[in-house]
């Protein structure tokens, strides 16, 4: 069974802070890993991506991977308000069948407060 | 910036009819998804198309539902006679390769079953 877990939250911080998400997943032959950034009532958006061990920057978003722990994490630096959503981590198993199937965790509600 | 499109935002049906909802994906990418997301629930697979077939299908995609790509721009997901529990965001996304699998989601289709 593949699960995709993550910290319900909520996760509360003040503007200007660094967020911290994390997300955990089942099956180490996994082989992508995305974060999506879900505003209330309204569609997943890619924010980031990463395939292999280690660190990757975007503006102000680090995504990071160790898949000896099976362990995913997102930072966001100098958080804004406006990067109050939910972010849902989501794993593609890149194995035969499943190529392109995204699971996804239910997601970290985060509210970043002025 | 290319963006996937799908129409309508929402749907209101009474249970056993049928819906049919549309996606234009992104115009270069190869690959198509239907995911779905129950209120308050994760993202759930439903079913990926390449090559005018269906590449994989959830155990939640029944003999109830169907896709089509009926010309080179739209991607339908049907749904032949609706059931109170199909209520629930209906987003398509479309990805490049299948190698990034980067998917990018549309907007979403609110489908109320009543």
């Known amino acids: 069974q593949k699960e995709v877990e993550q910290n319900s939250g909520p996760l509360s911080v003040p503007e200007g802070a660094i967020a911290s998400l994390n997300c955990t997943y089942s099956?180490?032959?996994?082989?992508?890993f995305f974060w999506y950034r879900q505003y209330s009532g309204k569609s997943p958006e890619l924010i980031m991506s990463?395939?292999s061990n280690g660190d990757k920057e975007d503006g102000r978003f680090t995504a990071q991977l160790n898949k000896a722990s099976q362990y995913v994490s997102l930072l966001i630096r100098d958080s804004q308000p406006s990067d109050s959503a939910t972010y849902l981590c989501?794993?593609?198993w890149g194995r035969g069948s499943t190529l392109g199937r995204l699971y996804f965790g239910r997601g970290t509600q985060l509210t970043v407060w002025p | 910036e290319p963006e996937v499109t799908q129409t309508p935002s929402h749907q209101v049906t009474q249970m056993g009819q049928e819906v049919i909802l549309r996606c234009v994906p992104i115009?270069?990418?190869?690959?198509f998804y239907w995911y779905r997301q129950i209120l308050g629930q994760k993202v759930e697979f439903l079913v990926s198309?390449?090559?005018?077939?269906?590449?994989?299908k959830s155990e939640i995609f029944d003999d109830q539902f169907s896709v089509e790509r009926p010309d080179g721009s739209n991607f339908t997901l049907k749904i032949r006679s609706t059931k109170l529990e199909d209520s629930a965001m209906y987003f398509c996304?479309?990805?490049?390769?299948?190698?990034?699998?980067?998917?990018?989601f549309g907007p979403g289709t609110r489908l109320t079953v009543l």
């Open positions: 996304a479309s990805s490049e390769t299948r190698g990034s699998n980067e998917q990018f």
């Open positions: 115009s270069n990418h190869l690959y």
């Open positions: 989501a794993v593609n």
């Open positions: 198309f390449y090559n005018n077939e269906i590449s994989e």
């Open positions: 990463i395939y």
């Open positions: 099956d180490r032959g996994s082989q992508s």
